[in-house]
């Protein structure tokens, strides 16, 4: 059997996130001074380092600023899904965050594809925002 | 204007390696004071004369390596007065020598130990991978990041975005690198390698090939510091440090500002050569830290060897092999010589060499000037260091 995945460790900063995330939204912080969004969420703005902060449900939509098809695995628990992609998505607000593409056919990804939120369940408190090409 | 108290290196040692492990039978620690005792006695100095100990390393963490110059200390059994832990990942030793300068120039210390050692070939592991999934590594490590090969592969799959480089262009860096390795007798790979090789390497993460990785040794190396008013005291000929800079971005690769650009590479590079007041086409010698072939290739664009996004026609038709215009990692690199988890230790050892002219085979005519700068974690910091023959 393979070992289990590297779940999250949640902490305060990043609790409103994950538990949006298990209810299907993206949510990510919003600075209510400069008016960006960011992520990963923060206690002050890396922007302009207010801590005038809330989490504001984005789109969700986004595209692949880069990527790596993994051949090999980051270890073991891994193993079962390579081929698998890792990618730098854009979201349409401004902020990058990493995640997976989820595609039969890794080699149709590229640099610029249009990508789309879908939320994979992980356990009982986790849901990964993997992303799909629309 | 020369002062008393400009700080220089006097002495440097590694410790033997044969295919890819330590020869001689001793611990992590072991090896560390082994060759930080050959150093200090190939300057005629002591372990007794360090008041400056500066380390760091992977070993034993979580544990005594957390402390990794109390640790040390404790092994050598000496008291420094100045300690410097920085750990910035493989670019931590230029940064040493960084910290060891001022404090030299302060009267801070007399005799700086910079020290590095490491046994993860031996000890099959590397401490570099599976990230723990806490912090900023919980929006990183749950996707299956490779790390940290992954992030370098997403830095190259956008420079090819964005420049047009190609595999060939990375895959020429690995070529030129083996040519000095073969030059080298200490080196661990020296069999004969080809563009088509490196190609038709296994691919690890997209787009960067096993021969596009950097190995995985054992590996341990001293440098020892003082003044130049020392050093006239002393029985080796002095290496001058002439300038330094130091930054890092980020640990996360998707925090990386642009991920074809090297913006640690290059602050620190322009703080350098602004301090020893040397321009490009003074450097005789560069030593550039290369885990993968696209670090360098990203380096040698932020140091400003060329321009941003041309760093794939730099180094084409060999021209950082043995008889090439931009004589680069001299010996044989990370890619070929060795690497030990954190190299940048054995960047500034082979500058001192160069400079010293002891290289042998694959000595540089001429060499008075070396540029070394080092790149560590994730593309995430990195430190330039100037040296000179005095």
């Known amino acids: 059997m393979s070992p289990e995945k590297p779940l999250p460790v949640i902490d305060h900063d990043s609790a409103p996130y994950w538990e949006a995330a298990q209810e299907g939204r993206l949510d990510i912080p919003l ?66 965050m990493m995640s997976r593409i989820q595609t039969d056919d890794p080699e149709k990804v590229h640099i610029g594809a249009r990508v789309e939120v879908t939320f994979v369940k992980a356990s009982d408190e986790i849901a990964h925002p993997y992303f799909r090409m629309t | 204007m020369k002062n008393g108290r400009d700080p220089v290196i006097v002495g440097i040692a590694d410790a033997p390696i044969e295919d890819g492990k330590f020869v001689t039978k001793a611990s992590v620690l072991g090896h560390a004071a082994l060759v930080a005792k050959a150093a200090v006695e190939e300057a005629g100095l002591t372990l007794d004369d360090v008041d400056g100990l500066l380390t760091a390393g992977m070993w034993g963490v979580p544990g005594p390596g957390q402390l990794a110059t109390v640790t040390l200390g404790e092994y050598l059994n000496i008291m420094p007065t100045y300690v410097d832990g920085t750990n910035i990942g493989g670019s931590a030793f230029e940064a040493h020598v960084a910290h060891a300068a001022m404090a030299l120039r302060e009267g801070y210390c007399e005799v700086a130990l910079i020290v590095y050692s490491s046994d993860q070939k031996s000890l099959r592991s590397r401490n570099l991978g599976g990230r723990p999934s806490v912090l900023s590594m919980q929006h990183e490590t749950p996707y299956g990041m490779p790390t940290p090969v992954g992030g370098y592969a997403m830095a190259a799959r956008r420079h090819m975005h964005e420049y047009g480089t190609t595999s060939e262009n990375l895959a020429e860096i690995a070529v030129a690198t083996r040519k000095w390795a073969q030059l080298n007798p200490a080196a661990t790979r020296r069999d004969p390698l080809s563009v088509d090789d490196v ?45 330094y800079g130091e930054a890092h971005t ?52 932020a140091l400003g060897f060329c321009k941003i996004g041309e760093g794939g026609d730099f180094v084409s038709g060999q021209r950082t092999a043995p008889g090439g215009a931009f004589p680069m990692n001299t010996n044989g690199g990370g890619l070929s010589a060795l690497h030990p988890g954190m190299y940048g230790m054995f960047l500034l050892i082979e500058a001192c060499r160069q400079l010293r002219g002891v290289c042998g085979d694959r000595q540089v005519a001429g060499a008075e000037t070396a540029l070394v700068h080092g790149t560590g974690g994730t593309l995430s910091s990195g430190a330039t260091v100037i040296l000179q023959k005095d």
Request: net charge negative; aromatic share 6%.
């Open chain 2, 199 to 243: 190609l038709s390497s296994t691919m690890i993460s997209e787009p960067l090939h096993l021969l596009d990785c950097c190995l995985v040794t054992d590996g341990a190396g001293a440098i020892v510091m003082t003044t130049a008013e020392r050093a006239r005291d002393l029985k080796t000929a002095p290496v001058a440090v002439k300038g």
């Open chain 2, 250 to 301: 980020h640990w996360a690769i998707g925090e990386m500002p642009d991920l074809a650009r090297l913006l640690p590479a290059q602050k620190a590079g322009e703080t350098a050569m602004k301090m020893a007041g040397v321009s490009h086409s003074d450097i005789d010698v560069v030593e550039v830290y290369d885990s993968f072939t696209i670090t360098v290739l990203l380096t040698l664009e």
């Open chain 1, 31 to 96: 600075c209510g001074d400069c008016g960006k969004h960011h992520f990963y969420p923060r206690a002050i703005c890396p922007h302009c380092h207010s801590d005038n902060l809330r989490f504001d449900t984005v789109s969700g939509r986004g595209e692949v600023h880069s990527f790596t098809i993994a051949r090999r695995p980051a270890g073991p628990a891994f193993a079962d899904d390579v081929p698998y992609v890792v990618a730098l998505i854009e979201l349409e607000e401004g902020p990058r």
